[in-house]
Protein backbone atom coordinates (compact mmCIF):
# COMPACT_ATOMS: atom_id res chain seq x y z
CA UNK A 1 0.00 0.00 0.00
CA UNK A 2 1.38 3.62 -1.02
CA UNK A 3 0.72 5.54 2.09
CA UNK A 4 2.59 8.31 0.73
CA UNK A 5 -0.69 8.69 -1.57
CA UNK A 6 -3.37 7.73 0.46
CA UNK A 7 -2.41 9.57 3.84
CA UNK A 8 -0.55 12.75 2.68
CA UNK A 9 -1.19 14.81 5.61
CA UNK A 10 0.20 12.49 8.09
CA UNK A 11 3.54 12.51 9.27
CA UNK A 12 5.51 9.32 9.68
CA UNK A 13 4.65 8.76 13.26
CA UNK A 14 1.29 8.19 12.24
CA UNK A 15 1.74 6.18 9.08
CA UNK A 16 3.28 4.27 12.02
CA UNK A 17 0.24 3.80 13.70
CA UNK A 18 -1.51 2.98 10.87
CA UNK A 19 0.80 0.47 9.25
CA UNK A 20 0.75 -1.27 12.93
CA UNK A 21 -3.08 -1.03 13.15
CA UNK A 22 -4.08 -2.48 9.95
CA UNK A 23 -0.92 -4.98 9.27
CA UNK A 24 -1.60 -8.05 11.40
CA UNK A 25 -1.33 -11.01 9.59
CA UNK A 26 -3.08 -13.98 9.90
CA UNK A 27 -7.49 -14.56 10.21
CA UNK A 28 -9.57 -12.27 11.12
CA UNK A 29 -10.84 -12.31 14.27
CA UNK A 30 -14.10 -11.65 15.84
CA UNK A 31 -14.02 -8.81 18.54
CA UNK A 32 -16.55 -9.94 22.00
CA UNK A 33 -19.90 -7.69 22.18
CA UNK A 34 -18.30 -5.68 25.10
CA UNK A 35 -15.06 -4.20 22.97
CA UNK A 36 -17.46 -3.34 20.36
CA UNK A 37 -19.44 -1.56 22.53
CA UNK A 38 -16.31 0.20 24.12
CA UNK A 39 -14.80 1.57 20.57
CA UNK A 40 -18.16 2.48 19.76
CA UNK A 41 -18.55 4.94 22.85
CA UNK A 42 -15.42 5.94 22.00
CA UNK A 43 -15.60 6.64 18.47
CA UNK A 44 -18.45 8.70 19.71
CA UNK A 45 -16.75 10.85 22.05
CA UNK A 46 -13.85 11.26 19.62
CA UNK A 47 -15.90 13.08 16.75
CA UNK A 48 -18.29 14.81 18.85
CA UNK A 49 -15.55 17.05 21.24
CA UNK A 50 -12.99 19.54 20.27
CA UNK A 51 -10.58 17.89 22.85
CA UNK A 52 -7.45 15.69 21.88
CA UNK A 53 -7.99 12.78 24.39
CA UNK A 54 -10.99 10.85 23.66
CA UNK A 55 -8.85 10.63 19.92
CA UNK A 56 -6.20 9.56 21.45
CA UNK A 57 -7.90 6.91 23.22
CA UNK A 58 -9.75 5.65 20.70
CA UNK A 59 -5.96 5.14 19.01
CA UNK A 60 -4.69 3.34 22.69
CA UNK A 61 -7.68 1.27 22.43
CA UNK A 62 -7.15 -0.13 18.58
CA UNK A 63 -3.73 -0.44 19.99
CA UNK A 64 -4.86 -2.40 22.74
CA UNK A 65 -6.71 -4.79 20.90
CA UNK A 66 -3.92 -4.75 18.18
CA UNK A 67 -1.09 -6.60 20.64
CA UNK A 68 -3.86 -8.43 22.80
CA UNK A 69 -5.63 -9.54 20.34
CA UNK A 70 -4.58 -9.42 16.98
CA UNK A 71 -8.05 -7.34 16.04
CA UNK A 72 -7.81 -4.81 13.57
CA UNK A 73 -9.70 -2.01 13.44
CA UNK A 74 -11.73 -3.82 10.40
CA UNK A 75 -12.73 -6.35 12.90
CA UNK A 76 -14.01 -3.64 14.21
CA UNK A 77 -16.24 -1.87 11.63
CA UNK A 78 -13.75 0.88 11.45
CA UNK A 79 -12.99 2.55 8.19
CA UNK A 80 -9.29 3.43 7.54
CA UNK A 81 -10.95 6.90 6.13
CA UNK A 82 -12.88 7.39 9.07
CA UNK A 83 -9.62 6.52 11.38
CA UNK A 84 -7.79 9.21 9.26
CA UNK A 85 -10.00 11.85 9.18
CA UNK A 86 -9.77 11.57 13.18
CA UNK A 87 -5.98 11.46 12.99
CA UNK A 88 -6.48 14.98 10.65
CA UNK A 89 -9.01 16.21 13.48
CA UNK A 90 -5.68 15.55 16.26
CA UNK A 91 -2.72 16.88 14.49
CA UNK A 92 -5.03 20.69 13.93
CA UNK A 93 -6.35 20.65 17.44
CA UNK A 94 -3.54 20.07 19.51
CA UNK A 95 -1.25 23.67 19.67
CA UNK A 96 1.98 22.11 18.63
CA UNK A 97 0.88 20.06 16.09
CA UNK A 98 1.62 16.95 17.70
CA UNK A 99 0.39 13.91 15.35
CA UNK A 100 -1.68 10.79 17.22
CA UNK A 101 1.17 8.57 15.97
CA UNK A 102 3.98 10.88 17.47
CA UNK A 103 1.57 10.78 20.99
CA UNK A 104 0.43 7.13 20.94
CA UNK A 105 3.90 5.55 19.34
CA UNK A 106 6.24 7.76 20.83
CA UNK A 107 5.58 10.14 24.29
CA UNK A 108 3.44 7.93 25.70
CA UNK A 109 5.87 4.67 25.89
CA UNK A 110 8.09 7.12 26.92
CA UNK A 111 6.48 8.71 29.84
CA UNK A 112 5.50 5.05 30.60
CA UNK A 113 9.47 3.60 30.97
CA UNK A 114 9.89 6.87 33.07
CA UNK A 115 6.95 5.92 35.54
CA UNK A 116 8.71 2.40 35.46
CA UNK A 117 11.79 3.65 36.72
CA UNK A 118 9.83 5.37 39.59
CA UNK A 119 7.74 3.08 40.69
CA UNK A 120 9.98 1.05 43.38
CA UNK A 121 10.73 4.48 45.15
CA UNK A 122 7.65 5.91 45.29
CA UNK A 123 5.96 2.64 46.62
CA UNK A 124 9.02 2.34 49.20
CA UNK A 125 9.88 5.69 50.60
CA UNK A 126 6.94 6.18 53.26
CA UNK A 127 8.05 3.30 54.59
CA UNK A 128 11.60 3.41 54.49
CA UNK A 129 12.68 6.89 54.59
CA UNK A 130 9.50 8.82 56.22
CA UNK A 131 9.89 12.54 56.74
CA UNK A 132 9.34 14.07 60.27
CA UNK A 133 6.39 15.61 58.78
CA UNK A 134 4.77 12.22 57.96
CA UNK A 135 6.13 10.81 61.19
CA UNK A 136 5.04 13.84 63.12
CA UNK A 137 2.50 12.49 65.45
CA UNK A 138 5.06 10.31 66.25
CA UNK A 139 7.35 12.93 67.04
CA UNK A 140 4.79 14.92 69.50
CA UNK A 141 4.40 12.05 71.43
CA UNK A 142 8.28 11.50 72.05
CA UNK A 143 8.13 15.53 72.39
CA UNK A 144 5.64 15.05 75.49
CA UNK A 145 7.68 12.19 77.37
CA UNK A 146 10.76 13.69 76.73
CA UNK A 147 9.96 17.41 78.35
CA UNK A 148 7.80 15.51 80.97
CA UNK A 149 10.63 13.25 81.82
CA UNK A 150 13.43 16.33 81.78
CA UNK A 151 10.57 18.84 83.95
CA UNK A 152 10.71 20.94 80.75
CA UNK A 153 8.23 23.45 79.74
CA UNK A 154 6.27 24.42 76.57
CA UNK A 155 8.04 28.05 76.56
CA UNK A 156 11.64 26.65 77.21
CA UNK A 157 11.07 23.44 74.69
CA UNK A 158 10.08 26.35 72.22
CA UNK A 159 13.12 28.18 72.78
CA UNK A 160 16.81 27.84 71.76
CA UNK A 161 18.12 28.60 75.28
CA UNK A 162 15.87 26.28 76.99
CA UNK A 163 17.26 23.36 73.86
CA UNK A 164 20.59 24.01 75.18
CA UNK A 165 19.59 24.44 78.93
CA UNK A 166 18.10 21.00 78.42
CA UNK A 167 20.27 19.30 76.43
CA UNK A 168 20.95 15.86 77.43
CA UNK A 169 24.25 14.95 77.66
CA UNK A 170 24.38 12.42 80.42
CA UNK A 171 23.40 8.67 79.45
CA UNK A 172 21.38 7.89 82.37
CA UNK A 173 19.07 10.69 80.88
CA UNK A 174 19.34 9.50 77.73
CA UNK A 175 18.22 6.07 78.71
CA UNK A 176 15.54 7.79 80.90
CA UNK A 177 14.19 8.93 77.36
CA UNK A 178 14.58 6.29 75.06
CA UNK A 179 14.17 3.20 77.65
CA UNK A 180 17.51 1.96 76.52
CA UNK A 181 18.34 -1.70 77.24
CA UNK A 182 20.85 -2.34 79.73
CA UNK A 183 23.84 -3.64 77.57
CA UNK A 184 23.09 -0.37 75.43
CA UNK A 185 23.48 1.91 78.30
CA UNK A 186 26.78 0.30 79.10
CA UNK A 187 28.38 0.67 76.17
CA UNK A 188 27.15 4.72 75.35
CA UNK A 189 28.59 5.10 79.07
CA UNK A 190 32.08 3.38 77.75
CA UNK A 191 31.85 6.10 74.97
CA UNK A 192 31.25 8.82 76.29
CA UNK A 193 34.54 8.44 78.11
CA UNK A 194 36.27 9.40 74.99
CA UNK A 195 33.73 10.95 72.91
CA UNK A 196 31.45 14.01 73.66
CA UNK A 197 27.23 13.53 73.36
CA UNK A 198 25.24 16.03 73.46
CA UNK A 199 21.44 16.44 71.65
CA UNK A 200 19.04 18.60 72.33
CA UNK A 201 15.56 17.71 73.33
CA UNK A 202 14.06 18.70 69.85
CA UNK A 203 16.80 16.75 68.24
CA UNK A 204 15.98 13.09 70.57
CA UNK A 205 12.17 13.87 70.03
CA UNK A 206 13.36 12.53 66.67
CA UNK A 207 14.38 9.20 67.68
CA UNK A 208 11.34 6.52 67.63
CA UNK A 209 12.88 4.59 70.79
CA UNK A 210 12.96 0.72 70.47
CA UNK A 211 13.39 0.91 66.98
CA UNK A 212 16.98 -0.27 65.86
CA UNK A 213 19.55 1.62 64.00
CA UNK A 214 17.22 4.34 64.59
CA UNK A 215 19.29 7.08 62.12
CA UNK A 216 18.82 9.93 64.24
CA UNK A 217 20.11 8.02 66.98
CA UNK A 218 23.17 6.93 64.93
CA UNK A 219 23.76 10.42 64.26
CA UNK A 220 23.97 11.82 67.63
CA UNK A 221 24.64 8.90 69.94
CA UNK A 222 28.30 7.50 70.06
CA UNK A 223 28.56 3.50 69.58
CA UNK A 224 31.19 1.14 70.73
CA UNK A 225 32.84 1.12 67.16
CA UNK A 226 34.13 4.39 67.89
CA UNK A 227 36.00 2.87 70.09
CA UNK A 228 36.91 -0.55 68.08
CA UNK A 229 37.78 1.67 65.29
CA UNK A 230 39.96 3.88 67.34
CA UNK A 231 43.77 4.81 65.46
CA UNK A 232 45.58 7.61 65.06
CA UNK A 233 43.80 10.34 63.12
CA UNK A 234 45.11 11.28 59.44
CA UNK A 235 46.83 14.93 60.21
CA UNK A 236 44.01 16.74 61.26
CA UNK A 237 41.52 18.43 59.09
CA UNK A 238 43.01 21.63 58.11
CA UNK A 239 45.75 22.05 60.22
CA UNK A 240 47.78 21.63 56.95
CA UNK A 241 45.38 24.42 55.74
CA UNK A 242 45.58 27.05 57.99
CA UNK A 243 47.43 30.16 56.92
CA UNK A 244 46.15 32.69 59.63
CA UNK A 245 44.25 32.34 62.58
CA UNK A 246 40.76 30.70 62.41
CA UNK A 247 41.40 30.57 58.69
CA UNK A 248 41.47 27.53 56.46
CA UNK A 249 42.36 28.21 52.62
CA UNK A 250 42.98 25.80 49.89
CA UNK A 251 41.26 28.08 47.27
CA UNK A 252 42.34 31.36 46.19
CA UNK A 253 39.31 33.04 46.21
CA UNK A 254 37.22 31.02 48.97
CA UNK A 255 38.20 30.75 52.52
CA UNK A 256 36.60 29.33 55.50
CA UNK A 257 36.93 31.37 58.77
CA UNK A 258 36.32 28.79 61.87
CA UNK A 259 34.68 31.07 63.77
CA UNK A 260 33.72 28.63 66.72
CA UNK A 261 33.90 25.24 67.81
CA UNK A 262 30.99 24.71 69.58
CA UNK A 263 27.78 22.98 68.03
CA UNK A 264 24.20 22.63 68.67
CA UNK A 265 24.25 18.63 69.37
CA UNK A 266 27.55 16.83 68.60
CA UNK A 267 27.58 14.34 65.15
CA UNK A 268 29.00 10.79 65.64
CA UNK A 269 30.80 11.43 62.08
CA UNK A 270 32.04 14.91 62.43
CA UNK A 271 34.83 15.00 60.39
CA UNK A 272 36.41 18.07 62.73
CA UNK A 273 35.78 15.09 66.08
CA UNK A 274 39.16 16.13 67.30
CA UNK A 275 38.60 20.12 67.54
CA UNK A 276 34.83 19.96 68.38
CA UNK A 277 33.17 19.42 71.30
CA UNK A 278 36.10 17.91 73.02
CA UNK A 279 36.02 21.56 75.34
CA UNK A 280 33.69 24.33 74.40
CA UNK A 281 35.62 27.79 73.81
CA UNK A 282 35.17 30.89 73.40
CA UNK A 283 37.46 32.52 70.89
CA UNK A 284 38.68 35.68 72.30
CA UNK A 285 38.04 38.88 69.79
CA UNK A 286 41.86 39.21 69.10
CA UNK A 287 41.23 35.77 67.06
CA UNK A 288 38.66 37.05 64.95
CA UNK A 289 40.24 40.58 64.46
CA UNK A 290 43.06 38.91 62.85
CA UNK A 291 41.38 36.33 60.59
CA UNK A 292 39.59 39.36 59.74
CA UNK A 293 42.17 41.06 58.83
CA UNK A 294 44.17 38.24 56.69
CA UNK A 295 40.65 38.51 54.43
CA UNK A 296 41.68 42.70 54.46
CA UNK A 297 45.00 41.86 53.08
CA UNK A 298 44.05 39.41 50.98
CA UNK A 299 41.96 40.94 47.88
CA UNK A 300 41.67 37.86 46.25
CA UNK A 301 39.12 36.50 48.52
CA UNK A 302 35.72 37.03 47.67
CA UNK A 303 34.09 34.25 49.30
CA UNK A 304 34.26 33.68 53.08
CA UNK A 305 32.33 30.67 54.34
CA UNK A 306 31.80 31.27 58.17
CA UNK A 307 31.72 28.02 59.64
CA UNK A 308 32.86 26.25 63.45
CA UNK A 309 31.45 23.99 65.04
CA UNK A 310 28.40 25.88 64.09
CA UNK A 311 28.21 29.70 62.78
CA UNK A 312 24.44 29.75 64.71
CA UNK A 313 26.16 28.87 67.81
CA UNK A 314 27.79 32.27 68.34
CA UNK A 315 25.95 35.21 70.00
CA UNK A 316 23.66 37.73 67.98
CA UNK A 317 26.09 40.61 68.52
CA UNK A 318 29.14 38.46 67.29
CA UNK A 319 27.67 37.05 64.40
CA UNK A 320 26.44 40.71 63.14
CA UNK A 321 29.57 42.10 63.99
CA UNK A 322 31.32 39.78 61.75
CA UNK A 323 29.07 40.02 58.64
CA UNK A 324 29.57 43.77 58.96
CA UNK A 325 32.75 43.69 58.52
CA UNK A 326 32.92 41.55 55.93
CA UNK A 327 30.53 43.80 54.38
CA UNK A 328 32.84 46.14 54.65
CA UNK A 329 35.73 44.78 52.78
CA UNK A 330 35.32 45.63 48.99
CA UNK A 331 36.79 42.57 47.81
CA UNK A 332 34.67 40.45 49.59
CA UNK A 333 31.35 40.39 47.46
CA UNK A 334 29.72 36.76 49.35
CA UNK A 335 29.37 35.06 52.46
CA UNK A 336 28.23 31.95 53.87
CA UNK A 337 27.22 30.54 57.24
CA UNK A 338 27.55 26.97 58.14
CA UNK A 339 24.93 25.64 60.74
CA UNK A 340 23.14 22.65 61.31
CA UNK A 341 21.13 24.29 63.83
CA UNK A 342 18.40 24.71 61.71
CA UNK A 343 17.72 20.83 61.94
CA UNK A 344 19.13 19.83 65.56
CA UNK A 345 17.77 23.51 67.27
CA UNK A 346 15.23 24.81 64.79
CA UNK A 347 14.12 27.05 67.85
CA UNK A 348 17.18 29.67 67.00
CA UNK A 349 15.67 30.56 63.69
CA UNK A 350 14.09 33.85 65.68
CA UNK A 351 12.93 37.37 64.30
CA UNK A 352 16.38 38.78 65.82
CA UNK A 353 18.42 36.53 64.06
CA UNK A 354 16.38 36.96 60.85
CA UNK A 355 16.89 40.63 61.05
CA UNK A 356 21.07 40.25 61.25
CA UNK A 357 21.24 37.91 58.41
CA UNK A 358 18.38 40.05 56.53
CA UNK A 359 20.87 42.82 56.65
CA UNK A 360 23.72 41.67 55.88
CA UNK A 361 22.28 39.77 52.36
CA UNK A 362 21.00 42.84 51.31
CA UNK A 363 24.30 44.82 51.29
CA UNK A 364 25.79 41.49 49.92
CA UNK A 365 24.58 37.80 49.28
CA UNK A 366 24.68 35.45 52.54
CA UNK A 367 23.95 31.77 51.78
CA UNK A 368 22.89 29.59 54.95
CA UNK A 369 24.83 26.04 54.28
CA UNK A 370 23.32 23.69 56.81
CA UNK A 371 23.56 19.73 57.01
CA UNK A 372 20.54 17.37 56.71
CA UNK A 373 20.89 13.61 56.48
CA UNK A 374 17.88 11.98 57.01
CA UNK A 375 14.41 12.96 54.91
CA UNK A 376 13.22 12.51 59.23
CA UNK A 377 15.68 15.82 60.14
CA UNK A 378 12.76 17.98 57.93
CA UNK A 379 9.64 18.75 60.65
CA UNK A 380 7.13 20.97 60.41
CA UNK A 381 9.49 22.86 62.88
CA UNK A 382 12.69 22.38 60.58
CA UNK A 383 10.47 23.00 57.69
CA UNK A 384 9.28 26.62 58.83
CA UNK A 385 12.90 27.42 60.30
CA UNK A 386 13.84 26.71 56.28
CA UNK A 387 11.49 28.66 54.81
CA UNK A 388 11.82 31.72 56.82
CA UNK A 389 15.71 31.67 57.06
CA UNK A 390 15.25 31.27 52.76
CA UNK A 391 13.23 34.38 52.68
CA UNK A 392 15.93 36.63 54.54
CA UNK A 393 18.82 34.80 53.10
CA UNK A 394 20.18 34.20 48.89
CA UNK A 395 19.94 31.05 49.58
CA UNK A 396 20.11 27.74 51.68
CA UNK A 397 22.18 24.61 50.69
CA UNK A 398 22.59 21.15 52.19
CA UNK A 399 25.74 19.50 52.33
CA UNK A 400 25.05 15.80 53.45
CA UNK A 401 26.91 13.06 54.74
CA UNK A 402 26.90 9.46 52.90
CA UNK A 403 26.64 7.20 55.91
CA UNK A 404 26.17 3.57 56.08
CA UNK A 405 23.10 2.70 57.73
CA UNK A 406 21.66 6.13 57.44
CA UNK A 407 21.16 7.53 54.18
CA UNK A 408 22.98 4.70 51.88
CA UNK A 409 20.31 3.52 49.68
CA UNK A 410 18.58 5.25 46.10
CA UNK A 411 15.13 5.37 48.30
CA UNK A 412 16.61 7.22 51.35
CA UNK A 413 18.59 10.10 49.47
CA UNK A 414 16.17 10.74 46.77
CA UNK A 415 13.56 10.90 49.27
CA UNK A 416 15.95 13.23 51.39
CA UNK A 417 17.00 15.28 48.31
CA UNK A 418 13.08 15.43 47.16
CA UNK A 419 12.17 16.16 50.78
CA UNK A 420 14.77 18.89 51.45
CA UNK A 421 13.66 20.76 48.21
CA UNK A 422 10.12 20.77 49.68
CA UNK A 423 11.20 22.81 52.68
CA UNK A 424 13.18 25.84 50.84
CA UNK A 425 16.51 24.05 51.24
CA UNK A 426 18.82 23.19 47.44
CA UNK A 427 20.94 19.93 47.57
CA UNK A 428 24.40 21.25 47.21
CA UNK A 429 26.96 18.32 47.95
CA UNK A 430 26.79 14.94 49.37
CA UNK A 431 30.12 13.56 50.89
CA UNK A 432 31.61 10.33 51.08
CA UNK A 433 32.10 10.22 54.58
CA UNK A 434 36.36 11.21 55.41
CA UNK A 435 38.73 8.45 55.71
CA UNK A 436 40.53 10.91 57.94
CA UNK A 437 39.21 9.76 60.97
CA UNK A 438 38.83 5.90 61.97
CA UNK A 439 36.81 6.61 64.36
CA UNK A 440 33.89 6.56 62.28
CA UNK A 441 35.21 3.85 60.01
CA UNK A 442 31.68 1.84 60.32
CA UNK A 443 29.91 4.64 58.57
CA UNK A 444 31.44 4.82 55.82
CA UNK A 445 30.56 4.26 52.18
CA UNK A 446 32.13 2.76 49.17
CA UNK A 447 33.05 6.27 46.80
CA UNK A 448 30.91 3.67 43.88
CA UNK A 449 27.78 2.69 45.60
CA UNK A 450 27.98 6.53 46.72
CA UNK A 451 28.14 7.40 42.70
CA UNK A 452 25.83 4.88 41.62
CA UNK A 453 22.95 6.51 44.50
CA UNK A 454 23.65 9.79 43.01
CA UNK A 455 23.22 8.92 39.29
CA UNK A 456 20.18 7.16 39.62
CA UNK A 457 18.58 10.52 40.58
CA UNK A 458 19.48 12.19 36.94
CA UNK A 459 16.52 12.04 34.94
CA UNK A 460 14.10 10.95 37.34
CA UNK A 461 14.16 14.30 40.68
CA UNK A 462 14.39 17.46 39.17
CA UNK A 463 17.38 18.35 38.34
CA UNK A 464 17.92 21.24 41.24
CA UNK A 465 17.33 18.77 43.71
CA UNK A 466 20.42 16.40 42.44
CA UNK A 467 23.64 17.44 44.66
CA UNK A 468 27.33 17.05 43.78
CA UNK A 469 29.05 14.13 44.80
CA UNK A 470 32.38 14.40 46.39
CA UNK A 471 35.25 13.37 48.61
CA UNK A 472 37.42 15.89 50.62
CA UNK A 473 40.52 15.22 50.31
CA UNK A 474 42.64 18.74 50.54
CA UNK A 475 39.54 20.21 48.81
CA UNK A 476 36.42 18.93 47.37
CA UNK A 477 36.97 16.31 44.80
CA UNK A 478 33.82 15.76 42.57
CA UNK A 479 33.64 12.05 42.40
CA UNK A 480 30.31 11.90 39.54
CA UNK A 481 30.75 9.14 36.52
CA UNK A 482 31.37 10.73 32.97
CA UNK A 483 28.31 10.47 30.61
CA UNK A 484 30.80 10.91 27.54
CA UNK A 485 31.59 7.62 26.52
CA UNK A 486 33.57 8.52 23.39
CA UNK A 487 33.93 10.02 19.72
CA UNK A 488 32.77 8.68 16.55
CA UNK A 489 33.98 11.32 13.87
CA UNK A 490 32.84 14.79 14.48
CA UNK A 491 30.42 13.31 17.17
CA UNK A 492 30.66 12.52 20.89
CA UNK A 493 28.92 9.76 21.95
CA UNK A 494 26.64 10.37 25.25
CA UNK A 495 25.04 7.93 27.24
CA UNK A 496 21.84 8.83 28.94
CA UNK A 497 22.48 7.97 32.81
CA UNK A 498 19.00 6.97 33.62
CA UNK A 499 18.97 4.38 30.81
CA UNK A 500 22.23 3.98 29.16
CA UNK A 501 20.83 4.72 25.96
CA UNK A 502 23.35 6.17 24.02
CA UNK A 503 23.17 9.10 21.65
CA UNK A 504 25.39 10.59 19.12
CA UNK A 505 25.79 14.50 20.20
CA UNK A 506 27.95 16.26 17.24
CA UNK A 507 30.50 18.04 18.48
CA UNK A 508 31.41 21.77 17.40
CA UNK A 509 33.69 22.58 14.85
C1 LIG B 1 34.27 23.55 51.90
C2 LIG B 1 35.26 24.57 51.95
C3 LIG B 1 35.16 25.69 51.14
C4 LIG B 1 34.00 25.95 50.21
O1 LIG B 1 34.02 25.15 49.08
P1 LIG B 1 32.89 25.31 47.97
O2 LIG B 1 33.20 24.24 46.98
O3 LIG B 1 33.00 26.67 47.41
O4 LIG B 1 31.59 25.08 48.65
C5 LIG B 1 36.15 26.63 51.21
N1 LIG B 1 37.20 26.49 52.03
C6 LIG B 1 37.31 25.41 52.84
C7 LIG B 1 38.48 25.31 53.72
C8 LIG B 1 36.34 24.42 52.84
O5 LIG B 1 36.45 23.37 53.64
S1 LIG C 1 27.34 20.19 63.42
FE1 LIG C 1 29.07 19.93 62.02
S2 LIG C 1 30.88 20.64 63.15
FE2 LIG C 1 29.24 20.29 64.64
S3 LIG C 1 29.55 18.20 65.37
FE3 LIG C 1 28.08 18.10 63.66
S4 LIG C 1 29.37 17.72 61.85
FE4 LIG C 1 30.72 18.45 63.48
Not at 17 to 36: I, K, V, W, Y
Not at 195 to 208: E, G, K, N, Q, V
Request: charged share 25%.
Amino acid sequence: MNHEASLPELDAFTRDLFDELFCPAGASNTPTQAERRTINELMQQARGEGLAKPIVDVFRFLLHLRDEKRLTPRDLGLEKSELVSLAEHHQALDEHGVSIGGRCLKALPIVREANARVADYLERHREEAPTGIELWDKICTNRERIKQILNMGEDRWNSFGGQLKYAIESVDTLSQIMDLPQETVIEIQRVTRHYRMRLTPYYASLIMPGAPHDPIMLQSVPTAEMLTNAGSEVPPVAADHSPARLIDQFYPRVVAMKATNMCGMYCTHCLRIAHIGRKDRIYPREAYTEALQYIRDNPRIRDVLITGGDAFVLPNETLAWILAELDHIEHVRLKRLGSRIPVTTPQRINGELLDILGRSNDKKPLRVVTQINTAREITPVSREAFRKLSGRVSAVLNQAVLLKGINDSTVKMWKLCETIQEAYVRPYYVFNCSYRNPQFDHLRVPVERGRDIIESMYGNISGDAIPRYIATAGGKIPLHRSNVLGRCGSDIILKKPWDGQEVKYPDAG
